[in-house]
């Protein structure tokens, strides 16, 4: 959790520095680059090959980018959209049974969401986050028949929140939390990710 308390401390000391209101923030199309704390726990998850006999935890790093357009709906309202793309290393899933074991390899992500926001300040915002995510993983079993392997797109839900601040006329930095549910059924799937942005707007 190091990553993610360095971030937060660098966003918060940003904001209290900065204290330029800039006009019509939050308020166009934005491109940006993140990078942060990942972390699967899975618990018995279905797959194409059949439910993985998984009960493993992994943290890693996560890093990518986004692309979206913000409206000012009101003076202190922010509606938005937008789509982000990350990857992981070193975040492999392992499980094993007396028939065999299991290996479950996330290799990137995709998420559409939606965001509802309040200025704080003129240049602050507070959002909440929501929408559709997607994760491109391979399945590995072992056993007796032989090895076997399937990749295959995850689909899921997300929820999460975060703050953004306004630092130059162009730039903003931002961070926030994301929970992602991908089981698609019984089992567990799930994604928690802390994550930092820098964000230019046209």
Do not use: C
Request: hydrophobic letters at 35%.
């Amino acid at each position: 959790m190091r990553f993610p308390k360095i971030a937060l401390t660098s966003v918060l000391a940003s904001a209290a520095l900065t204290g330029t209101a800039f006009a019509e923030t939050f308020d166009g199309p934005f491109v940006g680059v993140q990078s942060g704390w990942n972390s699967y726990e899975v618990r018995n998850v279905e797959t194409p090959l059949g439910v993985a006999a998984i009960n493993d935890d992994q943290q890693s790093f996560t890093a990518g980018v986004y692309a979206g357009f913000d409206h000012r709906l009101t003076d202190r309202v922010v509606l938005g959209v937008e789509g982000s793309l990350d990857t992981t290393n070193d975040d492999r899933l392992h499980g094993s049974t007396i028939s065999g074991s299991y290996t479950l390899d996330p290799k990137y992500s995709f998420d559409l969401t939606a965001r509802a926001g309040f200025l704080v300040t003129p240049a602050t915002l507070v959002y909440a986050r929501a929408g559709y995510t997607n994760a491109r993983v391979e399945t590995m079993v072992a056993d007796d028949a032989g090895t076997a392997s399937e990749t295959h797109n995850q689909d899921g839900w997300l929820l999460g929140g975060g703050m953004e601040r306004q630092l130059t006329e162009k730039v903003s930095a931002r961070m926030e939390y994301r929970y992602s549910d991908l089981s698609e059924g019984d089992g567990k799937f799930d994604r928690h990710r802390v994550l930092a942005g820098l964000s230019y707007h046209f």
